[in-house]
């Protein structure tokens, strides 16, 4: 019995769980809730939206003279006057007293050759030139005392109180002294000619500078040989190469096509590559009368108007040929846009930098019209990148894609 009772006895297993109905519900709803504001984030920073094709401008900085130039031509700043200096001997170089960049006075000495031939010559020269005067002074005190003698000798004559061999021989002996004084004076020319030599021998030795000028390179050391040619083995023909600043012109090559665009006298604008935030006013200096029929140009020189320490023989420059002078008001520098770039919505102007891939709407203040350009007073700096020609339904933030031109 007892076992019969036992194996009556069953669990009911449908009991012993309790569905909690309302847990999954409010799961449920958690869960669709996160998945749906997922969506909505990945949908708002543009995951699911696809990029707006656009095209790309960049923000500049223009000047107003770039609204009236006929002609852009380049070119580099060359000195007109500039010379390498160097002795008309051979020696060695004993003395430099410049270095690059040095200011120089026309006549002042610059370097100084081992001269010591030269300055020994000069010594007897000298030496010799004061021999002669002496001898020309006796020979003056000679002529003094016989002219006396002939003189005297010549009334005693007249009165026949000597022999007409003692008046001839005092009348030869002035005719001597006469000759020995004129000799002694030309001896004289010759001893002053022959210091004269002797001076410009020393002279060759010292290295003016022939004008006022900036020591350009230092081409010799002390040391070296300079010799005129510098055909010898490790000897150098020029000690210091110099330019005049206040000659520096532009030298650019225009097309014989555009000759009738440019003219003596006319004004022009000078930008130099190493000091792209200056503009400097220039003039139509020369056209060179010749072209080159390699390239079928023509080369012009440029004058400066402006005078700048930073101009530098040597520098790249562009020129613009302007159909009129510029005003003072127009040298300053503006920063402008196309004016597609610009939107006007609910009457507030704005522009959409490019960020990265984003575009993101900027408010700008407009100013004067330049040109096919327009200025803008605030909002965006030079070098900004922008959208051009923003269409309506791109929003700041738009995920955005730079069309390939």
Known sequence: MADEDLLRLKIDKSGTAIKPKGHRKL????????????????????????????????????????????????????????????SKTTGRLEWLGVEEGDRVKSGQIIARLEGNDALAAKKQAEANLNNVRSSLDEAKAELDAAALNYNRYKELLSEELISKADYDAAYARYKKATAATAGAEFAIAAAMAALDAAEVAVEYTLIRAPFDAVVLTKNADVGDIITPLGAAANAKAAV??????????????????????????????????????????????????????????????????????????????????????????????????????????????????????????????????????????????????????????????????????
């Not at 996160?34 to 984030?41: C, M």
């Not at 223009?62 to 852009?72: H, K, V």
């Open 27 to 86: 799961f449920r709803w958690i869960s669709v809730s996160l998945s749906i504001i997922f969506i909505g984030l990945l949908y708002f920073i543009g995951i699911f939206t696809p990029p707006v094709k656009v095209e790309v401008a960049t923000v500049a900085q223009i000047y107003p003279s770039q609204t009236f130039t006929s002609l852009n031509a380049s070119g580099y700043v060359v000195a007109q006057r500039k010379a390498s200096l160097a």
């Open 240 to 405: 210091v190469t110099i330019a005049d600043m206040s000659s520096l012109q532009v030298e650019a090559d225009v097309s014989e096509s555009n000759l009738e665009k440019i003219r003596l006298r006319q004004p022009c604008e000078i930008q130099l590559d190493a000091l792209p935030e200056s503009r400097f006013i220039g003039e139509m200096h020369m056209i060179v009368p010749t072209a080159d029929r390699t390239k079928a140009s023509v080369m012009v020189k440029i004058k400066f108007l402006d005078r700048d320490n930073r101009i530098l023989p040597e520098m790249s420059a562009k020129v613009a040929f302007l159909q009129r002078a510029v005003k003072p008001e127009e040298q300053k520098p503006h920063i402008a846009v196309n004016p597609e770039s610009i939107t006007d919505r609910n009457g507030k102007r704005s522009i959409f930098l490019v960020k990265e891939n984003r575009a993101l709407e900027t408010p700008v203040t407009v100013g004067i019209r330049i040109g096919d350009m327009v200025e803008v007073l605030s909002g965006v700096s030079v070098g900004d990148r922008v959208v051009s020609r923003p269409s309506n339904k791109l929003r700041s933030g738009s995920k955005i894609r730079v069309a390939e031109k």
